[in-house]
């Protein structure tokens, strides 16, 4: 509340603030408390970036990463390409961990070179990844098998990644052709905790190429319920009340 100091104003009237400074009275803005308010949308779109960059820390542990694009560095051009990844929440001292959940479709390589599609499947009765590279693309450039594998410890969620080079040898993968079309064959594709995607690159440039992975483990942070408990996490419903927590169920 403004009052009346010396025959001049100092204090808070309506959406202004009248105070004294060397002898001349300045008028500021107030800041308005309700506009620093998260809704339920800000909320969401927070948790969606961090969870964005908490996948590119795990793209930058593979030591291969190939992102061009519209974007000034390989870090914009993935956040940007995966943007339209499974909203997931997770609380925030799971976060400050370093947490990492494995999704379906998050892109894995951003280049100019065609993209070619894979798929699950079983080849000569193994578990294979079913491919559409025509063998003489196959052969030119090289091909890497990125592998990541979703784990937990310790109620924190994780995941271990490795790149495998297919034009070095390699006890992990067997790489054949049918009907002229590219087919890796490895007990890996079974694990219902990894995901996987093939890129190929030719002089530096790389294909695009997305993640494929029959884990769910990332479904269990998509909830009401885990909305509800990042939230909490971050003190915005202590902060706002029962109020905000209703209007962020909508």
């Known amino acids: 509340?403004?009052?009346?100091?010396?025959?001049?104003?100092?204090?808070?009237?309506?959406?202004?603030?009248?105070?004294?400074?060397?002898?001349?009275?300045?008028?500021r803005a107030s800041r308005n408390t309700k506009n620093k308010r998260k809704t339920a949308g800000q909320f969401r779109q927070m948790m969606e970036f961090r969870n964005r960059n908490l996948l590119w820390k795990v793209m930058k542990q593979t030591d291969h990463v190939y992102f061009e694009g519209k974007c000034p560095s390989a870090q914009r051009q993935f956040l940007s390409v995966n943007s339209n990844l499974p909203h997931v929440y997770i609380p925030k001292q799971i976060i400050w961990s370093a947490a990492a959940l494995l999704q379906p479709n998050m892109v894995v390589s951003d280049?100019?070179?065609?993209?070619?599609?894979?798929?699950?499947?079983e080849f000569q009765g193994e578990p294979a990844l079913l491919t559409t590279l025509a063998e003489t693309d196959a052969k030119q450039g090289q091909l890497l098998l990125y592998v990541f594998q979703q784990v937990e410890k310790n109620s924190t969620p994780s995941i271990n990644t490795k790149v495998i080079d297919l034009s070095l040898a390699t006890d992990d993968v067997k790489v054949t052709f049918s009907d002229d079309q590219l087919v890796l064959t490895s007990t890996m594709f079974a694990d219902s905790m990894s995901g996987f995607a093939l890129v190929r690159i030719v002089n530096g440039h790389a294909s695009r190429q997305t993640l494929i992975t029959r884990c769910t483990y990332y479904e269990r942070f998509t909830t009401d319920e885990a909305l509800m408990i990042a939230a909490e996490s971050y003190g915005i419903v202590k902060e706002y009340g029962i109020d905000w927590k209703v209007t962020l169920r909508k």
């Open 1 to 27: 509340m403004a009052q009346v100091i010396n025959g001049e104003i100092v204090g808070r009237v309506g959406n202004m603030t009248y105070y004294q400074q060397n002898g001349k009275t300045i008028v």
């Open 111 to 121: 280049g100019p070179l065609p993209s070619f599609a894979y798929q699950f499947g």
